[in-house]
């Protein structure tokens, strides 16, 4: 669990961030998912749009992918969220919170 500081921390550095995964008109696939997974495996703070056609809120679809992939939200605004999770990949510089 992240603390409200480390919270703050992340969505500072999510500002700059160009959305990593977009979610079309459906809704949360496995594949998606997965998507979202190896995102975080090379990156370890991800954001995801959705598009204004997509049947989720964003809130939803964060906490879903959170339930499912074991990460941290972040943040949940408009049609977009933020989700954390520290990666076990080598040689990558790992965010430090």
Known sequence: MITTKQRSKLK?????????VIVGKGE???NIVKEIEVALYHHELVKV??????????????AEVCELL???????????FVVYKRSDKENIEHIEI
Do not use: Q
Not at 12 to 20: C, D, G
Not at 70 to 80: H, Q, W
């Open 49 to 62: 749009a959705a598009l204004k056609s997509c049947e989720l809120s964003a809130k939803t679809m964060c």
């Open 28 to 30: 949360l696939t496995e």
């Open 70 to 80: 074991k990460c941290e939200p972040v943040l949940a605004i408009g049609n977009r």
């Open 12 to 20: 500072a550095m999510a500002n700059t961030l160009k959305p990593a």
